[in-house]
């Protein structure tokens, strides 16, 4: 069975910064793309970053670029999502999410998701 789990949510003042990791198990991990997605309550959820595990090709939301980074740790199976220079827009439940194959902005297209933490910035 396909695990993601992610850990590293909290509460951060803005312009602070917060890693978010995602760990893989039961998963073919090097076949695969990995994004980094958030949900506000009332709001769609939206594709924050993602990558190609293979290709190592990366895609930001316009919101994030620049202060954001999605990164591999391939030893570990595991992607991160660096956040830097965090703002109270950014406060959401961030969710993990996985598939085989290349990278894609609609969740729809993601088998495999992680239980989400949640990100809260305060002013």
């Known amino acids: 069975q396909v695990q993601l789990v992610e850990s590293g949510g909290g509460s951060v003042q803005a312009g602070g910064s917060l890693t978010l990791s995602c760990a893989t198990s039961?998963?073919?991990?090097?076949?695969?793309?990995m994004a980094w997605f958030r949900q506000v309550p009332g709001k769609q959820r939206e594709a924050v970053a993602h990558m190609y595990i293979m290709t190592g090709n990366k895609y930001y939301a316009n919101s994030v670029k620049g202060r954001f980074t999605i990164y591999q740790e391939d030893a570990k199976k595991t992607v991160h999502l660096q956040m830097n220079n965090v703002a109270p827009e950014d406060t959401a439940m961030y969710y993990c999410?996985?598939?085989?194959?290349?990278?894609?902005?609609?969740?729809?297209?993601?088998?495999?998701w992680g239980q989400g933490t949640q990100v809260t910035v305060s002013p």
């Open positions: 999410a996985a598939r085989i194959g290349a990278s894609f902005d609609q969740e729809h297209w993601y088998p495999y």
């Open positions: 039961n998963f073919e991990y090097h076949r695969s793309s």
